[in-house]
């Protein structure tokens, strides 16, 4: 019995002892497993939240790019020697676009602030500063008044009759400055959907020519001259329409310039004749 006993407290002590050591072993395994699966977790989430950030940042370099080898692809598709010529005439149109701009922007002036001046100085008769101050300013609208002020100033022009027909006759020289140059933007204007046109006609013969080769009406045989034809026509007809806006505005620039200029020459005969130079 006291063999017994012995041997069963030495079993115990022996499972009792080892219990604790085992316990803390699973615990340092389940702790190791929560921590890396924590890890995997946030891992995970970092993932998540930084995806759609790089997706965003290389989403728009690819659309970028796509964009400009779409326009590029579409330029070759639509036979580069036409697209050539119908960037040409968008090149060449828009220059002449610009141009007018500019010009008809520095020939705008404050016209009742310069007739106010302008009558000031004729009622203190000085006409000489009169001249001055017209040459010293820009635009249509005081080269009118510059020829009237000198016609003024003469001793053998000063009459209201040659007075008035030089002013019409400078109005006019005036208003064909403004308008110099519209007819080349008219011109292609005219050229760009033409070439388009053009273009759209040598597509429809490649596709039977094509159709020819092939000996069959099929749709991959046609698609493409049609695709030649439609690209053309649609580059053609934008181009056209863009200088078609820039022509409009052009011309309502215009036509505040010559309601000016007319404003002004009624303005100019009514000082001249008020003036004690000119003859009645």
């Known amino acids: 019995m006291k063999k017994y006993f012995a041997i069963v407290a030495m079993v115990a002590a022996c499972t009792f002892g080892m219990t604790p050591s085992v316990m803390a072993q699973d615990e340092v395994a389940d702790a190791a497993a929560e921590q890396v699966d924590s890890a995997a977790v946030d891992s995970?989430?970092?993932?998540?939240?930084?995806?759609?950030a790089v997706e965003e940042t290389v989403?728009?370099?690819?659309?970028e790019q796509g964009l400009h080898?779409?326009?590029?692809?579409k330029f070759i598709e639509g036979n580069a020697g036409f697209m050539?010529?119908?960037?040409?005439?968008?090149?060449?149109g828009l220059a002449f676009c610009i141009e007018r701009v500019i010009y008809l922007s520095l020939a705008q002036v404050n016209t009742r602030k310069f007739l106010e001046a302008l009558r000031g100085k004729v009622e203190a008769n000085k006409i000489d500063e009169a001249i001055d101050y017209c040459a010293g300013t820009?635009?249509?609208?005081?080269?009118?008044?510059?020829?009237?002020?000198?016609?003024?100033?003469?001793?053998?022009?000063?009459d209201i009759a040659t007075i008035e027909r030089t002013i019409n006759t400078e109005a006019e020289v005036q208003g064909a400055y403004l308008e110099e140059n519209c007819s080349w933007i008219t011109l292609f204007i005219a050229m760009a959907p033409s070439l388009g046109f053009l273009g759209t006609v040598i597509g429809m013969v490649q596709a039977f020519d094509d159709i020819e080769r092939a000996g069959d009406i099929s749709p991959t045989v046609v698609a493409g001259g049609m695709k030649v034809a439609l690209i053309t026509t649609i580059f053609g007809i934008i181009v056209a329409l863009v200088l078609?806006?820039?022509y409009n505005y052009i011309l309502s620039r215009i036509e505040a310039l010559n309601s000016n200029m007319e404003e002004t020459a009624m303005s100019l005969l009514d000082m001249c004749v008020k003036s004690p130079k000119c003859k009645k």
Do not use: H, W, Y
């Open 69 to 73: 080898k779409t326009l590029k692809t």
């Open 138 to 158: 820009r635009g249509p609208v005081a080269q009118i008044s510059k020829k009237a002020m000198q016609c003024l100033a003469s001793e053998d022009q000063n």
């Open 84 to 92: 050539s010529l119908v960037a040409i005439a968008l090149v060449l």
């Open 44 to 52: 995970a989430a970092i993932d998540s939240v930084e995806a759609p």
């Open 244 to 246: 078609q806006v820039f």
């Open 59 to 63: 989403a728009p370099q690819e659309e």
